[in-house]
């Protein structure tokens, strides 16, 4: 019999469960608790050991672990590989900030959307991940942070996977977070990273939820789009723009968009201009990521001075911008790189 997996559940939810169990309702509210302060069974102090035994033999209440971790010498940033109670990996990544601590977390094992830069994408997608999985992410960090008396604080859904493709366990994630007695991490301090599934956009931004919405653009133009991002042949830039827009309204928040410099495809100062006049007027951001070089991919990055002329050429149009300061460049901080790095002795499904 698989074992029921209450991570993902609501507070209702696994009193519901409790119950069904043979256990009085309040024992639900001490569980949940339990959970997201990332305890496992043997450490749910209030509960009968004979009760703990019972809820082991048919429940997991921490689905991820860590498998193993990288810390940068360089500024602290941690890289998780987390184990799933199937032997599948994902990957996540530590960045401490002046306001805080952000997990940059994983929602598929693998990806299908199979953008020509990306690391992720390379064997197509294995899984998507649960809400409980992706809430247990945090929980094994805020586990290895303990001891630095530290909590993640911040939230991004950027590492591998496409949140808007595995849409109902991400909301399911994302409502779990605000949870009365749960882990209790605003919305305003998560980020959601598309590469651009335009109903889904819709439907993200009827749900109301104060997330910062991201989308990985890349491109000025279609044409160009289309070169390293397969999505591009379904939605047009037009079609992603229009569908930000209604999301900067019913929201209140503005849209990033992702832009990674890659030598002779969307560096220049023409694509820089062009992205201007493609996004004037817009109450969004620009974060300008170098190009992580990935071994697989033959696409390479570009120099200091063509990052600052395009920088140059943003600002000078008045569209805010920002190059994303580059972390952990010591422990192979891109995209999909260090779970590749052991894919081959572990299971897929
Ligand atoms: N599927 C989502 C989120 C995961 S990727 C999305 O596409 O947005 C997170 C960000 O890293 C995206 O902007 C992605 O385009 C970018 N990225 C992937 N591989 C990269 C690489 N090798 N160098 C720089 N950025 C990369």
Redesign the pocket.
């Given at each position: 019999m698989e074992k029921t997996e209450l991570a993902g559940m609501t507070q209702e939810e696994i009193t519901g469960w409790v119950r069904e169990q043979g256990f009085p309702a309040f024992r639900g509210k001490q569980i949940f608790e339990w959970i997201h302060r990332g305890a496992d069974f043997d450490g749910m102090t209030n509960l009968s050991l004979e009760m703990r035994e019972k809820l082991k033999s048919c429940a997991v209440a921490q689905s991820v672990s860590i498998r193993l971790h990288r810390k940068s010498e360089l500024d602290g940033t941690v890289k998780f590989l987390f184990e799933l109670t199937d032997g599948n990996c994902v990957e996540g990544v530590l960045m401490r900030y002046r306001y805080g601590v952000s997990l940059c977390i994983s929602t598929q094992v693998g990806?299908r959307?199979g953008?020509r830069?990306?690391?992720?994408t390379l064997e197509g997608r294995v899984r998507d991940l649960t809400a409980g999985e992706m809430l247990g992410e945090i929980l094994a960090a805020n586990r290895f942070l303990e001891e630095e008396k530290e909590k993640v604080s911040h939230v991004v859904?950027?590492?591998?996977?496409?949140?808007l493709d595995n849409y109902e366990q991400v909301i399911r994630f994302l409502k779990l977070l605000r949870e009365e007695n749960g882990i209790r991490i605003s919305l305003r301090n998560v980020s959601l990273?598309?590469?651009g599934i335009v109903p889904r956009m819709y439907d993200l931004a009827r749900e109301k939820l104060p997330v910062t919405l991201?989308?990985?653009l890349?491109a000025p133009n279609d044409e160009i789009r289309k070169k390293t991002m397969p999505v591009a042949n379904t939605w047009s830039i037009k079609e992603i723009l229009e569908a930000c827009r209604y999301y900067i309204r019913e929201t209140g928040r503005r849209v990033i968009f992702?832009y990674?410099l890659v030598d002779g495809l969307n560096a220049g100062t023409a694509e820089a201009s062009a992205l201007a006049e493609l996004l004037r007027g817009m109450q969004c951001h620009v974060n300008l990521?170098?190009?992580?070089?990935?071994k697989e991919?033959n696409l390479k990055g570009v120099s200091e001075d063509t990052v600052r002329a395009f920088m140059r050429i943003l600002e000078d149009r008045r569209i805010s911008v920002t190059r994303r300061r580059e972390m952990g460049d010591d422990i192979e901080g891109?995209?999909?790189q260090l779970r590749r790095t052991v894919i081959n002795t572990q299971p897929t499904a």
């Open positions: 990806c959307m953008c830069f990306c690391a992720s859904l950027m590492g591998s996977g496409e949140p990273s598309t590469c991201c989308v990985s890349h992702e990674a990521i170098p190009l992580n070089e990935v991919r891109a995209c999909g």
